[in-house]
């Protein structure tokens, strides 16, 4: 098999397979900081065999069965983890018999990954961190560039987090009772932090990553059965399934992004909505008992809005007020821009966006390209080219750089 292709291979199975990975070899090895490591030296034996062997028939079977043997071999070597040998060592003779089944089995440990890294010993920081790393598969220095951050002050946050857990004992398992209640708003907001990087990637070549925006439905789904009786995780579930219709219509037959007023509403997929529509009738019904809901329902309730033609801007911007006073932040602040924007005009999209405190998103691209959106449309096309072309600088992304960059020219062109 020619090197590129099989790179390429090894790179889509590693971004569709190493939290599974991670988290199946933590529950293996009570271990995050070694599971990685196991999890790495996979990869690096996929990197030596695969260009010449060729790419196996289940890739991801093949990363877990290396990483396993791995573990048990360096467990033998260690004569104080004896027990440990012997554990992994069963674990590998069950598993090993049906390659397909290995990977069915640790479905839900990826979910028992995210509780871990919400760990209450853990900083949000930490714990955004720790989760990108190990969920999302990021690098140090992809996570560094979207926390705006030095790479060496984000390893070390990570290596600092892990160590933590260990130090505090946490342990693999589902919580359960006043714990899991207590966790539970840390890992929805990881989940959706998973989905949103699979959504609208971070850093890269490409604006989207199917694969972990999937996972991130997945794992709300999971977390919906976890805590049926929560409105606020069906609101989550309902937000991620919605956003994920329009995965299909976000990108041109050649790749290139499309915005959401440009897509082709035909290929959103169907049953997504239907199931996100479910999720959210689910968590209105809930509510309609007295259970309070938040950040996620209002979410949902506002992409909701976005399957139905013509799209009512006037109650987008009511309900993005209401999530103003719910979840207040600078990024609900700029999204009230643009709902505004459409609703009332671009004056009044202006004002908002002009009250977030200029530091609140220094860096990155969201206030000027809801700037230059506005500017474009109030008709200022020499300050919107602008507004974009700023934007375009603050980009980490490709796919959202060649957006910001074909708007400054369409403005510019028109100025």
């Known amino acids: 098999m020619p090197a590129q292709e099989s790179t390429e291979a090894i790179t889509a199975t590693w971004r569709a397979e190493s939290a599974r990975l991670v988290a199946a070899l933590t529950r293996m090895t009570r271990d995050v900081d070694l599971a990685e490591d196991l999890a790495q030296d996979a990869l690096v034996a996929a990197l030596e065999s695969w260009p010449g062997d060729g790419v196996p028939a289940n890739p991801g079977a093949w990363l877990m069965t290396t990483a396993k043997r791995r573990g048990v071999d360096q467990f033998r070597r260690a004569e104080n983890l004896r027990r440990k040998t012997a554990l992994l060592a069963l674990d590998e003779r069950q598993d090993m018999s049906d390659l397909d089944a290995q990977v069915d089995h640790i479905e839900d440990d990826v979910l028992r990954l995210v509780f871990l890294t919400c760990h209450p ?41 892990k160590r933590t857990l260990g130090e505090a004992g946490a342990t693999f398992e589902l919580p359960a009772g006043a714990e899991r209640e207590q966790r539970l708003d840390d890992v929805m907001a990881v989940v959706y932090l998973v989905f949103n990087e699979g959504y609208a990637a971070t850093s890269g070549d490409s604006w989207t990553r199917p694969e972990l925006a999937h996972e991130g439905v997945r794992l709300a789904r999971m977390l919906a059965e976890l805590a049926p009786a929560e ?96 979840a207040p932040g600078p990024v609900v602040e700029v999204n009230r821009a643009v709902a505004h924007g459409r609703a009332f005009g671009p004056a009044a999209g202006m004002a908002v966006l002009d009250a977030v405190a200029p530091a609140a998103l220094a860096g990155s691209p969201l206030v000027p390209s809801v700037r230059g959106d506005l500017l474009e449309r109030a008709g200022r096309h020499r300050e919107a080219a602008a507004a974009f072309a700023e934007a375009a600088d603050r980009s980490r992304n490709a796919g959202e750089r060649s957006v910001l960059e074909r708007r400054a020219g369409e403005n510019r062109a028109r100025a």
């Open 121 to 161: 010993a853990l900083s949000p920081e930490s714990r955004a961190a720790l989760t990108l790393r190990l969920v999302c598969g990021l690098t140090t220095a992809e996570i560094a560039r979207g926390f705006l951050a030095a790479e060496s002050a984000v390893a070390q946050r990570i290596s600092r987090a």
């Open 231 to 326: 409105p606020e995780v069906h609101g989550l579930q309902a937000l991620v399934e919605l956003q994920a219709s329009r995965l299909p219509a976000r990108l041109d037959p050649d790749g290139r992004p499309v915005l959401l007023e440009d897509q082709d509403r035909t290929l959103w997929d169907r049953a997504l909505i239907g199931r996100g529509l479910a999720a959210l009738a689910r968590a209105e019904a809930i509510a309609a008992g007295g259970t309070p809901v938040g950040r996620y329902f209002l979410q949902a309730s506002i992409a909701a809005q976005h399957t139905r033609e013509p799209t009512d801007w006037r109650r987008i911007a009511a309900l993005y007020d209401a999530l103003a006073v719910a």
